[in-house]
DNA sequence: CGACCGATTGACT
DNA sequence: GTCAATCGGTCGG
């Protein structure tokens, strides 16, 4: 009998945290680039890991789009990059620097090679799981627990593993806040969106394909 | 095959 | 502010 009562408390708990975070259809991401980039800011990465679901609202992003010379896909399909050239709604994760990896977005129609990276996420739901997966002591900084592309693949364990996951399948997904709590803000206007240029890539001509929440205290690098 | 370097981070001066 | 860590991808010989 109790252990009927567990079973049925425990089966509620998971349908809401499902219902709560309703993933984005396939057609949201078959979709420009940048317009996809800006929807996701506000929108919340949600990670299955064993039996919990890491939460995240996504509060930075850049663009990599068709016929880009910093995009991974410029110089055609290779075996490291070939889930950019996948489906919208796939998830591009890649190792870099020789110990950390970043995870995209893939966008638009099969073979297009686009994608947008997730550079930082703002914790929502099982916060003291993503503290023990990141190494480092964040009692003086809590924004240092995923305030960047490779400290958010690192709290959430995106690796080689969950390279190519599908976003519309029950693992990995991204997804609305249907029942809004105190801690997860409104929709992103905007007004509330700015632009930049993406971190990292030395072109001089550059574009402003970066986009974060203004204000948002876990965007990275706010000196730029 | 060797050299160079990267969509980064953390430790340190 | 500077810089090492660490390794797979890419490019030139």
Redesign the pocket.
Known sequence: MIIVVCYLIFHVKVNEMLNSFKRLPRSFYLRPTITVAKDLLGKFLVRKLGRKYLVGKIVEV?A?LHNDP????F?GK????EV?FSEGGHL?V???????F?C?VVTEEEDKGC?V?I?AVEPVENIEVMQHR????ISKNQF?LT??????C?AFDLGREENGTDLCGEKIWIGDAIRLTSHISSPISNRDIISTP?????NPSEHKWRFYIKGNGWV?RK?N
């Open positions: 850049e990599y910093a995009s991974h896909s110089r290779t075996k490291r990059n950019m591009y890649y190792f870099t620097y020789g110990m950390h970043c995209n994608a990276l550079r990141r190494k480092i002591d240092n305030n960047g592309p490779a400290k958010l690192q993406r971190v990292g890539i030395t990275s000196n």
